[in-house]
T-cell receptor, first 112, second 111 residues
Framework: GENVEQHPSTLSVQEGDSAVIKCTYS??????FPWYKQELGKGPQLIID?????GEKKDQRIAVTLNKTAKHFSLHITETQPEDSAVYFC???????????FGGGTRLMVKP | DAGITQSPRHKVTETGTPVTLRCHQT?????MYWYRQDPGHGLRLIHY???????DKGEVSDGYSVSRSKTEDFLLTLESATSSQTSVYFC??????????FGSGTRLTVV
């Protein structure tokens, strides 16, 4: 089955700096890669996703890149703010009707 | 979150008692999932459902059972609660766009 590895497990940055979280996956048939943000006491929420026919996707200060050859994808957050502090999960799946396999999570701390 | 609610939000129960957690959706989605989240373990899949009366086990299913008699409800039962089942439980639904929508979670404490 699919295996998703996520690094780092914790990340501390200064407000205004960029943050990068990386994930690798094992199943070359995976074609859908979402990222979730989990704030304290809440359920994970989808913040951005990318499909395998696209190499990069941006939404304001967040972006995701995908390298299908190397089987890795990354989340980039620019101009970090304290409200970006949360746990972030990456995931992978083979699309419709297939469950997501999650990475282990990254705790991001943005210091004011 | 739109379309998915979990109940109760918090529960304290005694070891050995049965406990049922409820996940209710209004999106008419076919796929529903139960996860538990513990420090250092991320999200671990307990059971999932791909339709009414169609369920299957996840990676940590021992001690848990599920039922889905209606599209909108997915119940998770701890048959005889143990302290190791103290955790935060999340339900998720999967829509046509492949992604999950998670509920707000149930914090369960077994004493």
């Amino acid at each position: 089955g699919e295996n998703v590895e996520q690094h780092p497990s914790t990340l501390s940055v200064q407000e205004g700096d960029s943050a990068v979280i990386k994930c690798t996956y094992s199943d070359s048939a995976s074609n859908y890669f979402p990222w979730y943000k989990q704030e304290l006491g809440k359920g994970p929420q989808l913040i951005i996703d990318i499909r395998s026919n696209v190499g990069e996707k941006k939404d304001q200060r967040i972006a995701v890149t995908l390298n299908k050859t190397a089987k890795h994808f990354s989340l980039h957050i620019t101009e970090t703010q304290p409200e970006d502090s949360a746990v972030y999960f990456c995931a992978a799946s083979k699309g419709a009707g297939n469950m997501l396999t999650f990475g282990g999570g990254t705790r991001l701390m943005v210091k004011p | 979150d739109a379309g998915i609610t979990q109940s109760p939000r918090h529960k304290v129960t005694e070891t050995g008692t049965p406990v049922t957690l409820r996940c209710h959706q209004t999106e008419n989605h076919r796929y529903m999932y139960w996860y538990r989240q513990d420090p250092g373990h991320g999200l671990r899949l307990i059971h999932y459902s791909y339709g009414v009366k169609d369920t299957d086990k996840g990676e940590v299913s021992d001690g848990y059972s599920v039922s889905r008699s209606k599209t909108e409800d997915f119940l998770l039962t701890l048959e005889s609660a143990t302290s190791s089942q103290t955790s935060v439980y999340f339900c998720a639904i999967q829509g046509q766009n492949y992604g999950y929508t998670f509920g707000s979670g149930t914090r369960l404490t077994v004493v």
